[in-house]
């Protein structure tokens, strides 16, 4: 099929006085077949995301920019990377969740963040790339996601793609291959 137009464009809503405000900043994506699908999947590990609160522990993504950068602000209630792809486009971006009257503020640090992924440090890139790698693992734990996962790539690709070549396509990335898919 032929590739959606991407079309860029701004919504402000008014929010009422104790509300809190949402920012959302979205850019053309990866399709499932671009290069720069694998790319895209380990920058998000890179931005992670959550809440302001966590009772950390493994996987709780602590280490993350958007923790580390973002999150630390006790006015930020959440935010996180956002990456969808589909067989003709994908959508990449970041969004956050802050305390009333905070709108320029978020967006602001969200911005930043954005911007800093031209530069991705080897602890950064070898720490994302486990996490991708370990999603993908473990997502062969659970039958009805390896079936929903099979029936996409035949829709996709026509064909089934091991997740151990999967995996040697993330180790296979470098800082260069990342920060050029930014």
Request: glycine share 12%; net charge neutral.
């Amino acid at each position: 099929p032929a590739s959606s137009q991407y079309t860029g464009g701004e919504t402000r809503l008014a929010a009422s006085g104790a509300s809190p405000v949402g920012v959302a900043l979205a850019f053309k994506g990866a399709a499932w077949s671009e290069k720069s699908l694998v790319p895209l999947f380990v920058l998000q590990h890179i931005l992670g995301g959550g809440a302001s609160f966590s009772a950390g522990g493994p996987g709780k993504g602590m280490l993350s920019r958007i923790y580390e950068r973002v999150l630390r602000y006790g006015w930020v209630q959440s935010a996180q990377c956002l990456n969808a792809s589909y067989t003709n486009s994908g959508i990449f971006g970041i969004t956050g969740i802050a305390e009333a009257g905070r709108g320029n503020e978020v967006a602001s640090l969200l911005v930043d963040q954005l911007k800093a992924l031209t530069i991705v440090t080897s602890e950064e890139l070898q720490r994302a790339k486990n996490m991708a790698k370990g999603m993908i693992l473990y997502n062969l734990e659970s039958e009805r996601t390896v079936y929903a996962d099979q029936g996409c790539q035949m829709l996709v690709y026509g064909k089934l793609i091991p997740a151990k070549e999967v995996v040697a396509q993330i180790e296979a990335l470098t800082a260069a291959d990342v920060e050029a898919a930014a």
